[in-house]
């Protein structure tokens, strides 16, 4: 909620007789905004951060404890090519190796929705790693607790059985569709960017960089990685709401506005070229910065917040900070002495399934009109979410997908529709089904081995979240 242009959360914090006196105004103000909001069937949030982790599927993170709440979906084996039954066994979150997840390698697990042919994903492995047998059939190791915030964060808020990865490949189109529910070049393409691109990322690449394109039809072209095509950006923007894209670096393939030429704008500047767009100043190249943006009452309408390599949960890359980066993030927006708790949503996911084994086939959706025929939807993927609306051990069985995570921005804030009304945004849910309590709940600290200190304060050169 705004005061002359300002949040609540930003007036409430002045400091004096004054600022007390503000503090009781905009507390009894909020309390009849969440009132109103509620009153009409789901809190209105002035706050929504999107926590993107790396590479894991839901039987993958969470197959060490497969009942650790009533209703949850998570298998414990599967089936090869030879139709055999492999256990999954467990392998540590930093691991030593990486498992294929190109728009091959779903083919090959998913065999036409078979879901058995995951020992034929590619497999490569550092120096000297030992992968042993069935290396995509693991679960994550918990024995000594490395990933118990993830349990925690989803017992006490909510838990996702069907979230499903919107693209059929890697991580770069993967965070296209999450800021525009596609990866097509602009808006009236039947194409997709479907791999991970060649000599260059995004906007300022290299006149030779080249990513390919998928047709309905499944046949492949190439093109230059810079699209010009809508964005939900453009909708915040269009609403006078603020945004925040928060990279370990703005040109990787995960700083998904390097590859939109609205919002890069790329000019040779000294040069070399780079993204100089208005809009470019939102995209922070510190990750770390959520945490004292959140602490400084400085939080934008929505934020997307990727994590250093160190951080992402990605395998031969992470060492395992991620758990604890995201309740670092969690935390302080539950501590928050800005009155983030009960305007802020935080939707916890993981941008693709890294290779790694999961039982749930994923739904054909938006195919009768020929939209995402050959590459969507792709397999689960976590997701978790917390909010003071969320009831503890709240686990859903709708069909999400990353398109529900923009319909969710859209119908929060009234925006309307990404692009052309084709988009994944138009096909799928809204995420209510987690918002179901009248009256808010206060918030539950999740305990992690660093807290955000440790991430503000971190001398480490930061990597990136992924390579592939």
């Not at 990605?314 to 604890?324: L, V």
């Not at 927006?333 to 935080?346: D, E, H, K, L, R």
Request: charged share 15%.
């Amino acid at each position: 909620m705004r005061i002359a242009g300002r949040d609540i959360a930003e007036v409430s914090v002045t400091t004096g007789w004054l600022g007390e006196k503000m503090r009781i105004c905009c507390t009894v103000l909020l309390a009849l905004f969440l009132a109103v909001a509620t009153a009409q069937g789901q809190p209105k949030f002035s706050h929504i951060v999107i926590v993107v982790q790396e590479n894991r599927s839901v039987d993958n993170l969470f197959g060490s404890n497969p009942a650790f709440e009533p209703g949850v979906d998570i298998q414990t084996s599967g089936l090869n090519s030879k139709h055999q039954t492999v256990p999954l066994t467990p392998v540590p979150l930093a691991g030593c190796y990486d498992l294929a997840h190109s728009h091959a390698a779903f083919l090959q697990g998913y065999d036409n929705g078979a879901m058995d042919h995951w020992d034929r994903v590619g497999v490569s492995g550092k120096p000297g790693c030992v992968l042993g047998a069935n290396p995509q059939y693991r679960y994550v190791d918990n024995s000594s607790g490395t990933i118990q915030p993830y349990f925690d964060l989803a017992t006490h808020y909510g838990f996702a059985n069907r979230m499903f990865q919107t693209n059929q490949g890697p991580s770069f189109p993967a965070h296209q569709f999450l800021i525009s529910g596609t990866s097509a070049p602009n808006d009236a393409s039947d194409l997709f960017a479907a791999e991970t691109p060649v000599g260059g990322y995004g906007c300022t690449s290299p006149p030779t960089a080249l990513v390919k394109m998928i047709a309905p039809d499944g046949t492949y072209s190439t093109m230059y990685p810079c699209f010009n095509r809508s964005t939900l950006i453009d909708l915040l923007e269009g609403a006078g709401l603020s945004w925040r894209y928060y990279a370990a670096s703005g040109y990787i393939i995960w700083s998904a506005p390097n590859s939109v030429s609205s919002l890069c704008n790329a000019a040779t500047v000294k040069g070399k070229l780079q993204c100089t767009g208005t809009a470019w100043s939102n995209v922070v190249f510190q990750p770390a910065q959520v945490l004292t943006d959140i602490s400084g009452c400085k939080l934008a309408n929505v934020s997307w917040v990727t994590p250093t390599g160190q951080n992402s949960d990605h395998p031969a890359i992470s060492t395992g900070g991620g758990p604890s980066w995201v309740a670092s993030i969690v935390n302080a927006v539950g501590n928050s002495n800005c009155g983030y708790w009960q305007n802020t949503a935080i939707l916890i996911m993981w941008d693709d399934w890294g290779g790694w084994f999961d039982h749930v086939p994923p739904p054909q959706i938006g195919q009768s009109n020929g939209w995402g025929k050959s590459y969507v939807y792709g397999f689960r993927v976590p997701l978790i979410v917390v909010s003071a609306f969320t009831p503890a051990g709240y686990v859903s069985n709708v069909n999400h997908d990353f398109g529900s995570v923009l319909r969710f921005v859209e119908t929060n804030f009234s925006l309307g529709l990404v692009g052309p009304g084709i988009w994944a945004d138009s096909y799928a849910d809204d995420l209510t089904d987690f918002f179901p309590l009248s009256t808010p709940n206060g918030f539950k600290a999740v305990k992690s081995k660093f807290g955000a200190q440790h991430f503000i304060n971190s001398k480490e050169k930061p990597t990136e979240p992924d390579n592939d």
